[in-house]
């Protein structure tokens, strides 16, 4: 039998047992659906993404959460996705093991169907997902805030961030921490939680809604342009981890460790605002907690304020694909 048929056959059909996917059988997986639905799409590539030292099950479990945080910014609820492999041809069948081993997991955990895809090789490993979600009633169509409205994230900032540092050898002498400390940032990084139950109970009552990808200040920054507003944050309302919290106060650079905060990514929460009105309503929608950090106000840009009240200002201002 081809390899490749061998390979589809033995460890991702089993991951397709959905009328929807045609057994892997066809060219294209057939929906017929009639419900309302989004489709998003995220890629992960060998050198800009990871290293090729990863654990495949990692790969596999954040390639499908990041695509889950999109679904969940959107308010939907996770159903299905086409996923695209290519790996070197040196690759192992345990590496396909491991990889395939992640995505059964998180099927379970998130109630998921492999439609279909593509499986290739390639000089190196390169990852692809499109997901798709069902929508309830309606989703978070605009990205736009309003005067006076409060912003909110879901959770602790930097974990992710401060993580992707460690790996990659880039906190030269910023902060020493222990073993226990580096496995819990590694472990932030590795595997983001999409905040899937908090997006869908936000519908109708935020401005807007969008995942924490490319760092807190990036994504600021766009909502403040398309709103023609300005976003005011205070580093005293930042959630942040007991781990981030004591990297802040042993660091001897305390403005580079809060420009990771705020510009690192990969922490995957969701960001949002609603008025004083409706946050009310908002806090007994939905059983996470949830934190302010600050507002929208006349004026342009995002302005960032220290614990004194002093406006900060970052060199690095968000992750970047090119």
């Known amino acids: 039998m081809d390899k490749e048929l061998e390979i ?9 047992k959905n009328k929807e996917s045609l057994g892997l059988r066809n060219d294209a997986a057939f929906l017929d659906l009639k419900k309302k639905m989004v489709v998003s799409t995220d890629m992960m590539v060998e050198g800009q993404h990871f290293d090729k ?3 495949p099950k990692i790969l596999a479990k954040k390639l499908l959460r990041i695509n889950l945080s999109d679904i969940a910014a959107m308010g939907a609820n996770p159903y299905g996705y086409l996923l695209n492999l290519s790996i070197p041809n040196s690759s192992p069948i345990q590496w396909i093991k491991r990889f395939v081993s992640g995505l059964r997991e998180d ?6 169907k492999l439609f ?12 692809s997902a499109s997901i798709f979600g069902i929508v ?7 990205m736009t805030a309003r005067e006076g409205s409060e912003i909110f994230v879901s959770g602790n900032l930097g974990d992710a961030s401060l993580g992707y540092n460690l790996l990659n050898k880039k906190k030269k002498d910023l902060y020493e921490i222990d073993d226990r400390s580096k496995e819990y940032l590694l472990k932030k990084l590795y595997i983001p939680n999409p905040r899937i139950l908090l997006g869908s109970s936000l519908v109708g009552c935020v401005d807007f809604c969008t995942d924490i ?7 600021l920054k766009k909502i403040s342009f398309f709103s023609g507003l300005q976003a005011n944050i205070f ?12 990297i802040l106060r042993s660091s001897n650079n305390k403005k580079k460790i809060w420009n990771i905060i705020f510009a690192g990514g990969e ?5 949002f605002s609603t008025n004083k009105e409706k946050e009310e309503i908002l806090k007994k929608r939905n059983k996470e907690k949830i934190y302010k950090i600050g507002f929208f106000s006349k004026g342009k840009g995002v302005k960032i304020f220290d614990s004194n009240g002093k406006k900060i200002q970052f060199k690095n201002e968000g992750f970047s694909h090119f």
């Open 116 to 127: 279909g895809g593509d499986l290739s090789k390639s000089p190196i490993i390169f990852l």
């Open 267 to 271: 922490d995957y929460e969701l960001l």
């Open 213 to 219: 990808s490319d760092g807190l200040l990036k994504e």
């Open 53 to 55: 030292n990863y654990d």
């Open 8 to 16: 589809l056959r033995k460890y991702f059909s089993p991951l397709a």
């Open 136 to 142: 309830k009633k309606d989703i978070h169509k605009n």
């Open 235 to 246: 580093f005293s309302k930042i959630p942040l981890s007991k781990v981030v919290k004591t």
């Open 107 to 112: 099927h379970k955990k998130f109630k998921l």
